[in-house]
């Protein structure tokens, strides 16, 4: 039983450069969702798809980030024009159809911008 | 204002002790979770409660929603070092479909 991954674990970069994170969700899950988590603090909702279509983004998504889910299965989440605030731990879950509170995390991406 | 208040912020213990978290809210949840998450991890789901007084037991964790579902409790028996983490509790609001608002959370250490 495989559960969310996401790639790279970790990313250090370059403040105005771009960065694209990847996550794989539970297999059948139809439900997945990116937060972010600054030290601290618990995670922030950022956006979530249902299959591939976004159905809510959070006001916290600028419009440096971009996220997709072209086949309704694996995301992609990117940031473009990095700043020193965009570093934080992103995380991404999954839930399946028949409960969809219940979100199963991902080991999340460390973002370090410098 | 944090929407989901947990209490305390952080606790130390030691082995054996008995100790409850707690998280409040103004707000009716539809559904609440409690998760535990290590350093560096993304967190892992513990429980999900969606029915008010609701009361789930996985060995020595208890987990309560209360009555109105605007407020829930973790309470742990005789904890042990391996309890150490940070337990988040987070709930999806009525109003908010499925996304979840978490607390800050609550560090808890259990010394040998």
């Known amino acids: 039983d495989t559960g969310v991954s996401q790639n790279p674990r970790h990313k250090i970069t370059k403040r105005g450069q771009n960065v694209t994170f990847r996550c794989d969700p539970i297999?059948?899950?139809?439900?997945l969702y990116w937060y972010r988590q600054t030290l601290g603090q618990g995670p922030e909702f950022l956006t979530y798809?249902?299959?591939?279509?976004?159905?809510?983004k959070s006001r916290l998504l600028s419009d440096r980030f971009s996220a997709e889910r072209p086949k309704g299965s694996f995301s992609t989440l990117e940031i473009q024009r990095t700043e020193q605030g965009d570093s934080a731990m992103y995380l991404c879950?999954?839930?399946?159809?028949?409960?969809?509170?219940?979100?199963?995390f991902g080991p999340g991406t460390r973002l370090t911008v410098t | 204002t944090q929407l989901l208040e947990q209490s305390p912020q952080f606790l130390s213990i030691q082995e054996g002790e008995n100790l409850t978290v707690y998280c409040n809210s103004s707000?009716?949840?539809?559904?609440l979770q409690w998760y535990r998450q290590e350093p560096g991890e993304g967190p892992v789901l513990l429980v999900t409660?969606?029915?008010?007084?609701e009361v789930k037991k996985l060995k020595r964790l208890t987990f309560q929603f209360g009555d109105a579902r605007k407020d829930s409790s973790l309470h742990i028996t005789a904890a042990q070092p391996g309890d150490t983490g940070l337990y988040l509790c987070?709930?999806?609001?009525?109003?908010?479909?499925?996304?979840?608002?978490f607390g800050e959370g609550t560090q808890l250490t259990v010394n040998p």
């Open positions: 879950a999954s839930s399946p159809r028949s409960a969809t509170y219940e979100q199963y």
């Open positions: 297999s059948e899950h139809n439900r």
């Open positions: 798809f249902q299959n591939e279509a976004q159905l809510e």
């Open positions: 707000s009716v949840f539809s559904s």
């Open positions: 409660v969606v029915t008010g007084g």
């Open positions: 987070a709930g999806a609001l009525e109003t908010s479909g499925s996304r979840l608002t």
